[in-house]
C-alpha cells in the first residue's frame, strides 16, 4: 500500500493568516501518461463528513473557495489555504487514488492561534 | 440535489450480524462508484472497498477482504455495507462515497453510520 504521511499533525494560525499542511506519499502518484497527480485533499469540520476540496492535486472542486489551493507533484504535495477564516476549522487528510488500495494520510488538525 | 442517505446508528453485541445502507438520490446511481470508508473513534480515513452498482462489481481493500461485504441494488438506488460477525473493534463511523471512476475523488459523501459493537 502507498503510505500518505501528513504533516504537521496539528497546526493553529491567527485569522487572515496562512496556513499550509503537507502530505508525502510513500510512492510517486503522477501518472506519467496523462501527467496527472491522483491526489485529493478533503476537508472534515467536527461532527461531518469529509468534503472533497481539491483533485488531481490543484483542482478545486466546485464551490471551494479560492483561498484555497493545492501544488506538488510526484510524492510531496502541500494544502495552502492563504487567508485563514473561522470557518476553516477542520481536519484536513489527503488520499492518493493512484493504485489499490486508495489511502488516506493521519490528518493535520487546523485551529485558530 | 446528490444525497446519499445512509441508515442509523447501530448498538450491537461482539458475533452479531448487521447489514447498513447508503441510498443515492440526485444523480444516476448505476453511473459512479460507491465507496465505504472507515473512522474509527478519533481516528483518520481508512478506505474499504468500492462497488460500481452498474454491474456490481466490488475492490476490498485488503486489510478489509473477508472481514466485510460490499453490495448494491440498483433497483432501489441503494449501496450496503455487511458484517457476518462484529467485533469490538468494528466500532467506528461508517460513511459512504461517491466518485466517476475507481481511480478519482470522493465528491459526495454519506452523513455516516455510527456502529457501536458492545458486550
Known amino acids: 500500500d502507498i503510505v500518505m504521511t501528513q504533516s504537521p499533525d496539528s497546526l493553529a494560525v491567527s485569522l487572515g493568516e496562512r496556513a499550509t499542511i503537507n502530505c508525502k506519499s510513500s510512492?510517486?502518484?503522477?501518472?506519467?501518461?496523462?501527467?496527472?497527480?491522483?491526489l485529493a485533499w478533503y476537508q472534515q469540520k467536527s461532527g461531518q463528513p469529509p468534503k472533497l476540496l481539491i483533485y488531481?492535486?490543484?483542482t478545486r472542486e466546485s464551490g471551494v473557495p479560492d483561498r484555497f489551493s493545492g501544488s506538488g507533484s510526484g510524492t510531496d504535495f502541500t494544502l495552502t489555504i492563504s487567508s485563514l477564516q473561522a470557518e476553516d476549522v477542520a481536519v484536513y487528510s489527503c488520499?492518493?487514488?493512484?493504485?489499490?488500495?486508495?489511502?488516506f494520510g493521519g490528518g493535520t488538525n487546523v485551529e485558530i492561534k | 440535489e446528490v444525497q446519499l442517505v445512509q441508515s442509523g446508528a447501530e448498538v450491537k453485541k461482539p458475533g452479531e450480524s448487521l447489514k447498513i445502507s447508503c441510498k443515492g438520490t440526485?444523480?444516476?446511481?448505476?453511473?459512479?462508484?460507491i465507496t465505504w470508508v472507515r473512522q474509527r473513534p478519533g481516528k483518520g480515513l481508512e478506505w474499504m472497498g468500492i462497488i460500481y452498482p452498474g454491474d456490481s462489481e466490488t475492490r476490498y481493500s485488503p486489510s478489509f477482504q473477508g472481514q466485510v461485504t460490499v453490495s448494491s441494488d440498483k433497483s432501489i438506488n441503494t449501496a450496503y455495507l455487511q458484517w457476518s460477525s462484529l467485533k469490538a473493534s468494528d466500532t467506528a463511523i461508517y460513511y459512504c462515497?461517491?466518485?466517476?471512476?475507481?481511480?478519482?475523488?470522493?465528491?459526495?459523501w454519506g452523513q455516516g453510520t455510527l456502529v457501536t459493537v458492545s458486550s
Open positions: 510512492q510517486s502518484v503522477l501518472n506519467s501518461s496523462n501527467k496527472k497527480n491522483f
Open positions: 488520499q492518493q487514488y493512484y493504485s489499490h488500495p486508495p489511502t
Open positions: 462515497a461517491r466518485s466517476v471512476t475507481y481511480r478519482s475523488g470522493l465528491d459526495y
Open positions: 488531481w492535486a490543484s
Open positions: 440526485g444523480y444516476s446511481f448505476t453511473s459512479y462508484l
